[in-house]
């Protein structure tokens, strides 16, 4: 711990000395502050909310850097919400992959958790720059109402956590505050009697601008394509901001979201293959109690320009996800007659939460000819879990309940296995994971800032602690501390075109138990090496990113299909190609097109048979269109039409042992739009051939030629109509 306290001092040190030797000859200083104060809300106040932005030049400021995404030396894609909204998603979880090259979802819990890969592995979920992601579950997908932008951070992030796959985040920005008065009130209709209302109110509540607020809070009533599921939600989501004076604020943010639904993910089991069942079919029961999803979230902000060069920023978030029901799930293969889906009735309770706390500082400063953009802070963060699960309780109600595939019998009698008591006194799995780092990064400009060389260093100490696990084994806790480097460049070939390298390290703690050996698991350690070209276009009208890299991960966990023991593999190897495009590639045309070539394997590994295989859900390929178009003339001023399609080839089951051949995933959507700024319609045709198609798809629950087919099956097509009112 000493060596953690004597790093955080010397980067609050060092950051306090350089401000205080910022020059102010000549200059008043609260004039100073005050075009500070302009130049850093310009992002905040200047573009409508309405505003079609398919290209966004800069990241967010939760990302902590200020360098022009065409000149920083790492892959950054950003999602505009007008993209989401062209589009029609509704959750993170619908499909906003789709406009970032190689990103696709896991959809083993499509109506909660948004689990999203990349690179060949799951990447990380940041909320406004926070590490708010939890142990086994959570966080909640964010309802689209409440998102203001999407960051996909390819590769390590260590200058915002170095503590995720070193395939890369993503961020979630929900809205915040813009200070000028403005409303927007939007009711959507869609197939699967589909309603939702949603609000957006934003404003000042003095006239100085000294207090100001958002507040994004949508209700949905929400039938699946699936008999007997839906999805019902409330998300609450205010923002209160107080800017103490012209250089600096404090803001307050909270979300609520509640859901309700029959089971959270939508797994279909099949005696004949995948896509062998009607898209309707479910192993669910209209008997069953619903699950109860909540989600409670709080942010609080303390931002200070210490000068003109100097900013100092404080952030914690607290979020806590409780998650009870009871769901069926396929324990067994009946090989004498396949057509029985044998059922179990397991009840599920867990409670897990997350405290981060990110104190900062960040700005500028020269030394003769070099320009620096310095970045030192401290991340604190403590994760804890907390279940009951009867799948792993062997005093639970065993019995199975059949469910003929070709002849199903719904409403029937089973005991749903509810446990009662406190949680603590019942659980079956109680873990914890935290972790302490310090960090220093500084972006050095030569040649008149055409060269700039990014060096970064980040110590953690981090402890994982294990108090139960179902095989009551392995119990106890786990030190670590690594130093992670970060080495990366980027040069300026043109004012428009640049080229960067990256080097990258990655240390992750990992909850839970070897439960072939009893140990905890090691921490998962990374190392990326890429290098791309970035190009802006028509003065900047829209940009190309082509990348390519090579991923080492060690110790990646994994489960056994026939066993469900988990362990760890010695190493994976991901390489691959990456191309975005994005923004107004001629008038009125907005585009997004991606590709992703993804080759991802098991390189090193004590079992020889897993050698060579694929990681779990790797796709090969993925491309991706979307085009909007702003029709012209003053007949249809107003009008937009839009289209696209997605496309996902060679792709792997979930698990490495079973080598599946699935077949590719293709859809292609459509749409029409009309606004006039006050009054907007938008309706749109997901899946318009009506293609049947399933993805997270295994044998179970025995091995790789012999068992039920698994997968969950996307929606056939479907319409949705959004009417907008803005005031």
């Not at 043109?494 to 909850?511: E, I, K, R």
């Not at 080598?659 to 009054?679: E, H, I, K, S």
Request: hydrophobic share 35%.
């Amino acid at each position: 711990m000493t060596k953690f306290l004597m790093l955080a001092g010397m980067i609050l040190t060092s950051g306090s000395i350089a401000a205080q030797s910022v020059p102010h000859a000549g200059k008043d200083t609260a004039s100073i502050f005050k075009d500070t104060t302009k130049h850093y809300l310009k992002e905040v106040t200047v573009n409508s909310r309405y505003y079609k932005r398919y290209k966004t030049d800069k990241a967010s400021v939760s990302l902590k850097v200020n360098t022009p995404l065409l000149k920083l030396s790492q892959n950054i894609q950003e999602i505009d919400q007008s993209i989401i909204a062209d589009q029609q998603a509704i959750t993170l979880n619908e499909s906003v992959t789709r406009n970032v090259s190689g990103a696709f979802r896991n959809n083993n819990a499509d109506m909660y958790t948004p689990y999203v890969n990349m690179r060949g592995a799951q990447i990380t979920p940041l909320r406004n720059g926070m590490d708010i992601s939890m142990i086994y579950a959570g966080p909640s997908a964010e309802d689209a109402a409440i998102i203001g932008r999407v960051e996909f951070v390819k590769g390590p992030s260590s200058f915002i956590n170095g503590l995720f796959d070193p395939a890369g985040t993503f961020n979630v920005l929900t809205k915040q505050p813009m200070g000028t008065r403005s409303n927007q009130v939007s009711f959507t209709a869609g197939s699967f009697n589909l309603y939702r209302l949603s609000t957006d109110l934003d404003g000042n509540l003095d006239q100085a601008g000294k207090w100001q607020y958002r507040l994004n809070a949508v209700g949905q009533k929400d039938q699946s394509f699936q008999k007997y599921n839906f999805n019902d939600k409330v998300t609450v989501d205010p923002v209160l901001r107080y800017n103490i004076n012209s250089h600096s604020f404090i803001s307050a943010e909270y979300i609520f979201q509640s859901q309700r639904f029959q089971q959270y993910f939508a797994t279909v089991f099949a005696p004949d293959g995948f896509a062998s069942l009607p898209r309707d079919f479910t192993i669910n029961d209209p008997n069953k109690k619903p699950y109860q999803s909540t989600e409670n979230n709080g942010f609080l902000t303390y931002y200070n320009e210490l000068s003109e060069q100097w900013r100092f920023t404080v952030k914690t978030a607290y979020a806590k996800d409780h998650l009870e029901g009871t769901y069926f799930f396929v324990s067994r293969y009946n090989a004498a007659q396949p057509n029985l889906i044998m059922r179990r009735a397991s009840y599920e309770r867990l409670n897990t939460d997350v405290l981060a706390i990110q104190p900062y500082l960040s700005g500028e400063f020269a030394t003769g000819n070099l320009s620096h953009h310095f970045l030192g802070g401290i991340d604190i963060n403590r994760k804890r879990f907390i279940s009951y699960s009867g799948s792993n309780d062997p005093t639970a109600n065993q019995t199975l309940y059949p469910l003929d595939a070709y002849h199903p019998v719904y409403g029937i009698n089973f005991d749903p296995n509810v446990r009662t008591g406190n949680l603590s006194d019942i659980a079956t799995d109680q873990q914890s994971i935290s972790y302490q780092a310090a960090y220093m990064q500084d972006e050095i400009g030569m040649l008149n800032n055409k060269l700039r060389l990014t060096l970064g260093a980040r110590l953690t100490f981090a402890n994982a602690e294990v108090k139960k696990n179902p095989v009551k084994t392995g119990l106890g806790s786990t030190d670590n501390t690594a130093l992670t480097p970060k080495v990366g460049l980027s040069y300026s070939i043109t004012d428009d075109f640049a080229l960067y390298g990256l080097f990258d390290q990655t240390f992750t703690p990992q909850s839970g138990v070897n439960t072939t050996t009893g140990e905890a698991f090691k921490p998962l350690r990374g190392k990326n090496v890429e290098a791309g070209l970035k190009k802006d276009w028509v003065q900047g009208k829209w940009n190309t990113t082509i990348s390519v890299y090579r991923i080492i991960r060690d110790n990646i966990k994994v489960s056994d299909p026939s066993t469900n023991v988990q362990t760890q593999l010695g190493q994976t190897l991901s390489k691959g190609i990456e191309f975005d495009l994005k923004g107004e590639i001629a008038k009125g045309l907005n585009a997004v097109i991606n590709y992703a070539y993804t080759d991802s394997y098991i390189s090193k590994d004590d079992n020889l048979l897993r050698l060579g295989l694929a990681t779990p859900f790797r796709v090969k390929h993925i491309q991706n269109t979307w085009l909007n178009y702003q029709l012209p003339g003053k007949s249809l001023k107003g009008f937009s039409v839009s289209g696209g399609y997605q496309l996902q080839a060679n792709r792997a089951g979930r698990y490495e042992l079973q080598q599946l051949r699935l077949a590719p995933v293709f859809r292609v959507d459509g749409g029409l739009g009309w606004t006039n700024g006050r009054y907007s319609i938008n309706a749109i045709v997901n899946n318009i051939l009506n293609r049947y198609n399933y993805g997270s798809a295994w044998i179970a629950p025995s091995s790789a030629t012999v068992g039920t087919y698994a997968y969950v099956p996307y929606p056939p097509r479907e319409f949705r109509m959004n009417l907008g009112f803005n005031f």
